[in-house]
C-alpha cells in the first residue's frame, strides 16, 4: 500500500523558516514525481511545488518562488520543501502527493498516493 507522511509544520512567525519532510512507506519513491500542495481555510487545494523523480525537474508556484525549494533524497526516500520567508498567506495544511504517470517530469498531474498533510501557520 501506498503511504506518504507529512512532518514539519508547526507554527512559525512571519520571515521565518521550517522545512517540511514526505516519506514514503510501502514503496520506493525512485520513479515518482513528488508535488506539494495547500490547502487554506475556505479556499481550494492549490499545488506548491513539484520535482521529477531524480530530482532534475522541478516547478513551483509563481506565489512560493524565491522563497521555496523543492528537493528530495531517494536513499531516503524522502521530499523536503525548504519554506523560507514565510508570510500569513502560507498559512494551510501542506500536503505531499505521488505522481507515477509523469514521473520524469515536473508536472505533478496524476496523482496516486497522497499523505494526510501537515498543518503550516505563520502568524505573529
Known amino acids: 500500500q501506498l503511504q506518504l507522511v507529512e512532518s514539519g509544520g508547526g507554527l512559525v512567525q512571519p520571515g521565518g523558516s521550517l522545512r517540511l519532510s514526505c516519506a514514503a512507506s510501502?514503496?520506493?519513491?525512485?520513479?515518482?514525481?513528488i508535488g506539494w500542495f495547500r490547502q487554506a481555510p475556505g479556499k481550494e487545494r492549490e499545488g506548491v511545488s513539484c520535482i521529477s523523480n531524480s530530482g532534475g525537474s522541478t516547478a513551483y508556484a509563481d506565489s512560493v518562488k524565491g522563497r521555496f525549494t523543492i528537493s528530495r533524497d531517494n536513499a531516503k526516500n524522502t521530499v523536503y520543501l525548504q519554506m523560507n520567508s514565510l508570510k500569513p498567506e502560507d498559512t494551510a495544511i501542506y500536503y505531499c502527493a505521488a505522481d507515477f504517470l509523469d514521473y520524469s517530469t515536473a508536472s505533478c498531474n496524476h496523482l496516486d498516493a497522497w499523505g494526510q498533510g501537515t498543518l503550516v501557520t505563520v502568524s505573529s
Open positions: 510501502g514503496f520506493t519513491l525512485d520513479y515518482y514525481a
